[in-house]
């Protein structure tokens, strides 16, 4: 089997390997990839640096050109990339499909972007005296992804990183090298010279710790864990470096009295099952009103009846597989710690076989839960959520905010009352309505409050917070 490599310096290099098993058929390696050392890791980022001083200064156009050309070609190969997702992450053929056009957007957003850079000239305080308020790269980048956004989370961190003018040192999540390989490929072919984008792929405790205590990255923007989230906040003090975190999430999904039934049980079932539940956005507390409880259970029950899980790419499927061993047991472990704290298992619970072997678990509800319950504080990420019944929407805001999380706060509601105050209150990044709670437009900022997030939004034009550094320079006229 040929062994995807990795970039260093413009050179496709490593002979060390490790498989890119399929979650919806274990029999299956999608692929072999290399691992990188730490002095893989080390190279990659004196390339980067090296490649900076020229790459800061590249033209506009330049940049515009490479990015256009990386999202036409990903659009281009929708359908092969989107597979090549399925088969390495676990989610549905047409979800994985979607991601991918996403990703290709994002490069078309930024490739636009690169043509709108500009400052500010302000009169100064003084007289005679001019002020320019420009944003210049912040320098080599290191950027450390997740397995679960496998082309759409590396795509929302590259594409800004180069539009402005920065270079790279990329480690993507063990799991799924595949999209990450295809999509530095694509840049690599389209014209990004030696050096600015740079990927290491490997063990986080290698590659991605050798990133954490190099001197030379000038920032780190990461999504993954709040452990590891921690790592990257405390040696970036040391460095003096600035850092972006995306983290955890306990998104609450409120459903009122008053909300459209169908609508809440649609937006609940999306944000708690949808991509199998791992996604940073799901939402795993339903927090119901009294009087509009007994039936979204009964229509929630009803909906996952109806919600087949099967391989990723079999035509039908509404939930992939979990993505690992590793998870599946985080997920059953807490499906246990519920039945334990005394929540009632509403639906599913129980690990499923297909056809093919693979980390099929049912879709989980459990009701009666209490805020208090560890399946209702700790992030799960796992296709796992629990109804908690509330008085009413005072009760429900108050639950909704008691979590050490702020992702994202979703409502269902009539009530444009309780839909404007919910908006107002929500303590969390992202507030949706009458919408589930994952699912995000690539054009405006995406990120949260709390222990969710750290540093400045990503995506959209506030992506440039991160990506740049601003510069305030005074002029005697
Ligand atoms: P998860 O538990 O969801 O895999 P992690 O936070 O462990 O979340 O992983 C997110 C990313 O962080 C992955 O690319 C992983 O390899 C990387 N990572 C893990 N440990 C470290 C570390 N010590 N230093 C830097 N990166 C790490």
């Keep these: 089997m040929t062994i995807y490599q990795n970039l260093i310096a413009g050179e ?7 498989e890119n098993i399929n979650p919806s058929d274990t029999k299956e390696v999608v692929g072999l990839y290399a691992s990188g050392s730490a002095a893989d890791t080390r190279n990659a980022i004196a390339a980067a640096k090296a490649a900076f001083p020229a790459w800061s200064r590249s033209g506009i156009w330049e940049r515009h050109v490479i990015l256009k050309k990386a999202g036409d070609e990903i659009m281009a190969r929708k359908d092969e990339l989107g597979a090549l997702l399925a088969r390495e992450e676990g989610k549905t053929l047409p979800e994985a499909i979607g991601e991918t056009i996403r990703a290709s957007q994002i490069f078309e957003f930024f490739a636009g972007e690169a043509l709108r850079l500009a400052g500010e000239v302000v009169p100064s305080v003084r007289p005679n005296i001019g002020v320019e308020i420009t944003r210049e790269p912040l320098g080599v980048i290191g950027i450390i992804t997740p397995w679960n956004f496998p082309i759409a989370i590396p795509a929302w961190k590259i594409a800004p990183a180069l539009c402005y003018g920065n270079t790279i040192v990329f480690k993507p999540a063990e799991l799924v090298p595949g999209c990450s390989w295809a999509i530095v490929d694509i840049l690599n072919r389209a014209g990004l010279p030696k050096g600015v984008l740079n990927l ?109 899980v099967d391989h990723a790419l079999k035509t039908g499927t509404h939930i992939g597989p979990v993505v690992d061993e590793r998870q599946l047991k985080t997920d059953t472990d807490y499906i246990e710690i519920g039945k334990k704290e005394g929540a009632k298992l509403a639906f599913g619970g129980e690990l499923i076989s297909r056809d093919t072997p693979g980390f099929y678990l049912q879709p989980t509800l459990f009701t009666e839960a209490t805020n208090q319950m560890r399946i209702s504080r700790e992030e799960i990420f796992g296709p796992v959520a629990s109804v908690i019944r509330v008085k009413d929407y005072d009760e429900a805001l108050a639950v909704a905010n008691d979590t050490p999380f702020g992702l994202s706060s979703g409502i269902a509601t009539t009530s444009l009352k309780h839909a404007t105050h919910f908006k107002r209150n929500a303590e969390a990044g992202m507030v949706m309505v009458n919408l589930p709670t994952a699912g995000v437009d690539f054009h405006v900022p995406f990120g949260g409050r709390k222990g969710s997030s750290y540093g400045s939004r990503e995506q959209g034009k506030y992506a440039a917070e991160f990506f740049t550094t601003v510069k305030t320079a005074y002029t005697l006229a």
């Design 12 to 18: 496709w290099t490593g002979a060390d390997a490790v």
């Design 200 to 308: 290491v792929m490997g063990k986080g405790s290698i590659v991605g710790q050798t990133m954490l205590d190099s001197p030379d990255l000038a920032g780190i923007t990461f999504t993954g864990s709040v452990g590891t989230g921690k790592r990257v906040a405390v040696s970036s003090i040391e460095h003096n470096r600035k850092i972006q975190l995306e983290m955890g999430g306990k998104n609450p999904m409120v459903v009122l009295d008053d909300a459209d039934l169908s609508v809440a049980v649609e937006a609940a079932a999306n944000s708690a099952f949808f991509s199998t539940g791992q996604r940073c956005t799901a939402s795993s507390r339903l927090i119901v009103t009294e009087g509009i409880h007994d039936r979204f259970v009964a229509a929630m029950t009803e909906k996952l009846k109806t919600l087949n």
